[in-house]
């Protein structure tokens, strides 16, 4: 990422045939650069951009410089610093959509002397001139990644300081309780109060906390979670699909094994946008075409963060229902996490009841929860739609403002949390208080490399480096 100011250019908006593409310049020549490519209305001489008044729609002709040739008809957008995205001299040009227009005034602009924009940049410059925080930045990318309404809402929460604004004061604890260690340190004689330091260190770890409680639902809202439906064959799962989906999307035939491959379609259960799984039956077989297709049933059976176990409640229990959920919770003793995330679809509810779930309880939890469906009928399908996204709300603090954080952000305010708790417990034991100062120093580190107090160029290029050209 260079971090000489020179002039870039790129097409913001996304390749593909749409109505218009947009095409942003930024930098210290912005204004010179375009007036070289753009003219004024249909016949009128090149366009003077410090003179034209800021923030006003132009219409115009984009011509190549080399050739003298009319690219296309545009609408351009001049925005004089500091009062653009960049804060600096930004010329926004909206020209036709599709690939071509866009394309050919980006390489004339960049013939007139702008330089391709990395990925980022925009937003980068942004950060570096001081007109966004770090979490704000990192939220323009959750933003324009953003895959539900709830999760772009969030984003944009964060784009407006709100993320920023809970984690400070976590920040702000951890350096007092870490000028009070210090400053016993330094004045070992001095009598310092360690009740302040515990006050400072629980105050973070509240903080903290109740952020990453907020994550988990908030990754969850923005980019959901893989659900399998899992089950023998012919108890419905594809029929369950299709009424959760209300389409057509999998084959189902009376005929047993007939999804031999796992099917997958995004549908949103429950406020949740959830990609949904249906499995090959899991069955004792010998077809090895049946085999294979059971084979990525177990993977999706170990790999998915919900499992919706289809029974048909129409017949009586069998071997493969048991040994399935005999599978299922082995994943998740071997995992040894407290609740299962698990329901039970007793499927085929249209016709009288001849399952006997007694012996599903020998190996399953009774806290796991038992819907009775019609994938037929639709009766119950809300039903399960809920439990789905119940199972998946577990362990996610229904109270804590959701907050959407990066991988990155995750990582390091659950470092923090970890140092801090590490700190409490030492201090709670009477160690001496330089031992402590080590970890809460970089618990500190930890959550200022979120808020973007003690971050390095490293890490910031990693940062901008996941937008998208043009942002
Ligand atoms: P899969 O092998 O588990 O994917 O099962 P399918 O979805 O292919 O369904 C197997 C058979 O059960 C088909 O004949 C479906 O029409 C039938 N079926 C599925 N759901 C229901 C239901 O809720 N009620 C009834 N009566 N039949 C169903």
Known sequence: MSVQFDTIVATATAAGPAAIAVVRVSGPEAAEIAGRVLFAGRTGPNMTFPVAESHRLLYGRAVSPTTGDLIDEVMVAWMAAPRSFTTEDMVEISCHGGDIAAAAIVRALIAAGGRPAEPGEFTYRAFVHGRVGLTEAEAVLQVVSAHSADGLQRALADLQGDLAQRIVPARAAVIMALAYLDASADFPDDEIPTANIAADLALAATQLESVLAGARTGRLLSEGATVALLGRPNVGKSSLLNALLRSDRAIVTPIAGTTRD?????????????????????????????LAGIERSRSALQHAVGLVLVIDGSEPLAQDDLSLAEEISARFDAGGLGEIPLVIALNKADRPLQADLAELWAMLPSTVGVVSVSALTGAGLDQLAGAIGAV????????????????????????????VRGAQEALAAGFPTDLL?????????????VTGEDIDDAVLSEIFSRFCIGK
Do not use: F, H, N
């Not at 990066?406 to 305010?413: D, F, K, V």
């Not at 100062?437 to 490399?449: C, F, N, P, W, Y």
């Open 392 to 419: 998946l709300r577990q362990g996610s603090d229904p109270v804590a403002r959701p907050a959407l954080l990066s991988e990155r952000q995750y990582g390091e305010l659950d470092r923090a949390l970890l140092l």
């Open 262 to 290: 796992v099917v997958s379609e995004r549908a949103m259960l429950d406020g949740i946008p959830i990609l949904l799984l249906d499995t090959a039956g899991i069955a004792a077989s010998t077809d090895p075409i049946e």
């Open 437 to 449: 100062a080590t970890d809460v120093r970089l618990a500190a580190r930890a959550i200022g490399r």
